[in-house]
């Protein structure tokens, strides 16, 4: 099963560039979903076969990443009658490109850092930074709250990709809680945006500027 | 022990949650504050404390802030039910209970020897944080909530990969990649230099965002200013000192791993530049609460600054961590009484607090005072140890620079702190608040521990964090 490593990362990879280009929340969220698929397959693979503890975080995690948190999401798009991202702080293309060259620069530094036997050549940690970073772009440079959840969930992905590497060694219960912690803080999100959108008619968060110096 | 000083506030927010009545359920706030003050003064009295084999123990580090966050706890809990009376408008089901789930994970968190555990305790009171934010369920509020948990959430991320980055670290040297502090803080000079450096920066990074250190600080003065004076009182009191105390377990997992001098120097100059930050933002600041929010930035700089410059300043830097909790519930509860009465944040409209809440006023007032850094109290004693420290032990500039932000910050918070406080109060009243016992006692009581520590620290408090300084430094 370790073969399929590398395959489902690069196939990750591709969707955070996916993620970057496309202007259509819905998409987005699928995006996003099919992130949480791709994690749980990869769970599978990196644990080898099928045990108790990989079976129960790849439930969790199809669970939470595609089902329960994109079923949120889009509620909330619905709610608020949006369909795009417009006018993000930096264009799409841009945004494409500095995806790009993050990726290239993770794979750079991963090379930097000392690995263990077992995963020398694999690419769970470049594959783990570049998600991460791809995450932070979607924080940083657009202006829909739901844009902003998914470059969180986007940021906790790579996290999640990173922990693949300590699999023997993270407690069950640890994983586990820190999945629930997720699934909370999207929950709160949600909440969030849903007052955003009464109060302000609209979830741009460009509009959430009374607040500064 | 240690498991009840978790499970307790747990069942009382459980018991919270399912009270139907609104005029009682603010009172198992206090009855729970005392409750936990009660177990931490016998987990205290014991050498020994720990739980689920050893995943749970209170070490020298954590019965200090332990110590802390149970008696502000304490005292906010006595102060809760007086102002949520004066809040009836709005339902408390869901305030009261996220207090005691803060309560709880902040008890968890200082607990926690797995680090693993730790962050799951640290996301959940950013968590449990949000509802508390938003009590107030305005516009501004509802931004201040968005951005804190936002940042505070990819904050607490950053330090979940640096978690992880320090788990591989141990895994690379062939120790099964445990994340138990102990066995980290042991095995730390084998594990891989390049792996601990980067997960040091990224912890840094992370727990330095809740903790609100500059650069990372941009979520407080918007939570802090829209926050009830409790909630902010305890996130600037409580929180932080747990993130501080994060911040500390894996700094000593850095030096013991050969990492002291850079982790020293990074903290040195974020400390110092969380100083000037909160100066600069300070000088013109028209809003009393989002000032206190930078105050609570330049006082975290001084804990980590203090941490830096090492030996004697950890001691410093401990004790200030006692005397900033307490001082800033002097602060925030006296800013909440002032805000109540006036229906104002802006030193435009409010003027005369020191007539028309004599009590709140001149609290407030001598808080200034303490916060500050002034002679007789207690901050006084902690700021001058480090500066003491900077001066003997090679760091003549940074202590200079040090007194130099104290200076400017004395002179902008004094700016806003006498507006309000002095002149004549304006003639309408626009919701006829007073003092009264149940809103002043509280902040009378945590001002009376100011004072106190200012001019004699107890034996059993010196111990507490001198012990500490010595678990932080590896001699104990």
């Known amino acids: 099963m370790q073969v399929a490593v590398d395959p489902l990362l690069v196939v990750l990879l591709l969707v955070n560039f996916f993620l970057l280009g496309t202007s259509r929340l819905r998409a987005l969220i699928s995006g996003s979903a099919s992130q949480g698929a791709l994690l749980a397959l990869l769970v599978l693979s990196v644990h080898g076969g099928i045990t108790l503890q990989a079976a129960l975080i790849a439930l969790a995690t199809i669970a939470l990443k595609t089902i329960v948190i994109p079923a949120m999401l889009t509620r909330a798009l619905r709610d608020a009658a949006i369909h795009r991202e417009i006018e993000p702080v930096i264009g799409f293309v841009p945004s494409l490109l500095l995806g790009g060259l993050g990726t290239g620069l993770s794979l750079v530094f991963a090379r930097t850092l000392p690995l263990a036997p077992e995963h020398a050549g694999s690419l769970l940690v470049p ?32 996290v999640f990709v990173m922990g693949l590497t300590l699999v023997e060694a993270m407690p069950l219960f640890v994983e586990i809680g820190v999945l629930l912690d997720l699934v909370v803080a999207i929950f709160v999100m949600g909440i969030i945006i849903e007052h955003i959108s009464r109060e302000f008619s609209s979830i741009d968060t460009t509009r959430l500027s009374s607040l500064k110096e | 022990m240690a498991l009840a000083l978790v499970l307790v506030p747990l069942a009382f927010a459980a018991a919270a949650a399912a009270m139907p009545s609104q005029k009682w359920r603010p009172w198992l706030l206090p009855a729970c504050g005392t409750v936990h003050l009660a177990l931490t003064i016998l987990a205290l009295g014991r050498p020994d404390v720990a739980a689920i084999g050893g995943w749970l123990k209170l070490d020298d580090l954590g019965r200090l802030v332990l110590a802390v966050v149970s008696v502000l706890f304490f005292a906010c809990s006595l102060y809760a039910p007086s102002y949520l009376a004066l809040r009836t408008e709005r339902s408390n089901r869901v305030f009261v209970p996220c207090l005691l789930v803060f309560l709880a994970m902040t008890s968890l968190i200082v607990e926690s020897q797995h680090l693993g555990l730790m962050w799951v305790a640290i996301e959940a009171t950013t968590l449990a944080c949000a509802p508390l934010l938003h009590f107030n369920h305005h516009a501004r509020s509802i931004e201040a909530t968005w951005k804190y948990l936002l940042i505070g959430s990819v904050g607490v991320a950053l330090a979940l990969l640096g978690t992880f980055f320090l788990a591989y670290a141990a895994l690379r040297a062939g120790l099964g990649s445990s994340l138990f502090f102990a066995d980290l803080v042991r095995e730390a000079p084998r594990l891989s230099r390049p792996w601990l450096h980067a997960a040091f920066v990224l912890l840094f990074v992370g727990y330095g965002t809740k903790m609100g250190l500059a650069p990372m600080h941009t979520w407080k003065p918007d939570a802090y200013g829209e926050a009830p004076g409790i909630v902010g009182t305890l996130l600037a009191g409580a929180l932080t000192s747990c993130a501080f105390l994060a911040l500390l377990r894996f700094f000593q997992i850095a030096a013991a791993g050969g990492e002291a001098e850079f982790a020293r120097q990074l903290m040195i100059g974020i400390g110092l530049f969380s100083m000037a930050v909160a100066g600069v933002f300070m000088a013109r600041q028209r809003d009393y609460k989002r000032m206190l929010a930078y105050s609570s930035v330049e006082h975290m700089g001084i804990l980590v600054l203090g941490i830096g410059i090492g030996g004697l300043g950890v001691f410093g830097s401990l004790l200030h961590l006692v005397n900033n909790a307490v001082t800033k519930g002097v602060m925030f509860l006296s800013a909440g009484n002032i805000h109540r009465a006036y229906g104002s944040k802006s030193t435009e409209d409010v003027r005369g607090a020191l007539r028309r809440l004599p009590f709140s006023g001149a609290l407030f007032l001598a808080g200034f005072f303490a916060v500050t850094g002034s002679p007789p109290f207690a901050p006084f004693l ?77 034996p059993s408090v010196g111990a507490l964090v001198s012990n500490a300084a010595a678990f932080v430094e590896g001699r104990r």
């Open chain 1, 127 to 158: 594959a783990s930074l570049a998600t991460a970073f791809t995450g932070f772009l979607l924080l940083a440079t657009r202006r829909k709250a739901i844009t902003q959840v998914v470059g969180y969930l986007a940021l906790e992905n790579g």
């Open chain 2, 382 to 458: 902690s700021e001058f140890t480090i500066v003491r420290a900077a001066m003997t032990q090679g760091h003549a500039v940074v202590g200079a620079l040090f007194l130099l932000m104290l200076a400017i910050v004395f002179i902008g918070m004094g700016g806003a702190v006498l507006a309000v406080v002095q002149g004549e109060p304006p003639e309408h009243e626009p919701e006829g608040f007073r003092d009264r016992l149940g809103t002043v006692a509280p902040i009378a009581l945590l001002m009376a521990i100011v004072v106190l520590l200012g001019v004699y620290v107890p």
